[in-house]
Nanobody, 127 residues
């Protein structure tokens, strides 16, 4: 399984970005894809996740109403739309995957839930 993130960059506060997670090599029919972020000196934080089996989504309180997760099954790509960005959103953003047929719950925000990780993409928001 390979996960490749892209779309990060340097933006000003209030602007938007779209991150992509391109997945390949899946050997399972159903999966959950999660997005995480990690700022310097801080723990990795679960941001959002989506279930391929029922389409349910989960968002951390810190990003609700500003971030949107979506998926394109035809290209095996999961997107994270980041709107109204704030300086505190600055971090390396990672996507992760686990092969499971399940609905999304708060458990999908835990790094230990996942088996596969991408290399990350840097998002920097200036004030």
């Amino acid at each position: 399984v390979q996960l490749v993130e892209s779309g990060g960059g340097l933006v000003q506060a209030g602007e938007s970005l779209r991150l992509s997670c391109a997945a390949s090599g899946f050997t399972f029919d159903d999966y959950i894809i999660g997005w995480f972020r990690q700022a310097p000196g801080k723990e990795r934080e679960g941001v959002s996740c989506v279930s391929s089996s029922d389409g349910t989504t989960y968002y951390a309180d810190s990003v609700k109403a500003r971030f949107t997760i979506s998926s394109d099954d035809a290209t095996n790509t999961v997107y994270l739309h980041l709107d109204s960005l704030k300086p505190e959103d600055t971090a390396v953003y990672y996507c992760a995957a686990v092969g499971v047929e399940a609905t999304t719950t708060r458990r999908c925000a835990l790094p230990s839930f996942y088996d596969y990780w991408g290399q990350g993409t840097q998002v920097t928001v200036s004030s």
